[in-house]
Each structure stands twice: as C-alpha cells, then as structure tokens.
Nanobody, 126 residues
Framework: VQLQASGGGLVQPGGSLRLSCAAS????????MGWFRQAPGKEREFVAV????????SYAGSVKGRFTISKDNAKNTVYLQMNGLKPEDTATYYC????????????????????WGQGTQVTVSS
C-alpha cells in the first residue's frame, strides 16, 4: 500500500483543517487506517484510527471531541477533520495502514502499522 497525505497548512487557533490520505496498491478496505503526529523534539504519538469498515474508531484523549476520522473505501481515502485547533496540535501528521485483524487497542501503537505516508505539516499559530 502506498499512502499520500495532504491537506496540512498554517491555521489560526480555533480554526479547522481536513487532512486526506490517499491509498493505492492493495485492497484499501482490508486495512485499518490511523493518523499519528510528531511535534518537534517529541516522539510520534497516536491521534486516531478507523478500522476496516470505518464504523469503529478510536481517538487520543487530547483530540477527542475535536477531531474526526473517516474512511471512504470507495475512494481509497481516509480523512482527518480537525476542528478547534490549538497551538499544541502543531506537528507533522502521518497516515498509516495496519492489518485489519488487529484489535482496536493494538492500533494505538505505531508498531502495528506496516505502511506509512510521507507526512503533512500542520501549524497552529496566530
């Protein structure tokens, strides 16, 4: 699976962005799709995941209620709608694909993911 993330940019606090991750290659619908982020000087952290069907999702506590992940199997694309952005959301955001057989808690770990996109920069600043 090849992944291409896009949609990052500069936004003011309280603003919104929608990230997209387009997949090509193997059957996209067979994978769980996750978003991770890495801020300067920090380790990469889990943000959100959508399981194979898109009906089961999970979020990091820091983004829950503000971010929404959605998976469009027909378009081979996963989205991350980010609302109410804060300066602490500033990071490079990565999409990743994991085997669909993994339980949800395993999908919080980046070690579970086999394929990664190149990252897209999100900067939240006034």
């Amino acid at each position: 699976v090849q992944l291409q993330a896009s949609g990052g940019g500069l936004v003011q606090p309280g603003g919104s962005l929608r990230l997209s991750c387009a997949a090509s290659g193997r059957a996209f619908s067979n994978y769980a799709m996750g978003w991770f982020r890495q801020a300067p000087g920090k380790e990469r952290e889990f943000v959100a995941v959508s399981r194979r069907s898109g009906s089961s999702t999970s979020y990091a506590g820091s983004v829950k209620g503000r971010f929404t992940i959605s998976k469009d199997n027909a378009k081979n694309t996963v989205y991350l709608q980010m609302n109410g952005l804060k300066p602490e959301d500033t990071a490079t955001y990565y999409c990743a694909a994991a085997p669909s057989t993994l339980i949800l808690s395993a999908l919080w770990s980046q070690e579970s993911y086999s394929f990664w996109g190149q990252g897209t920069q999100v900067t939240v600043s006034s």
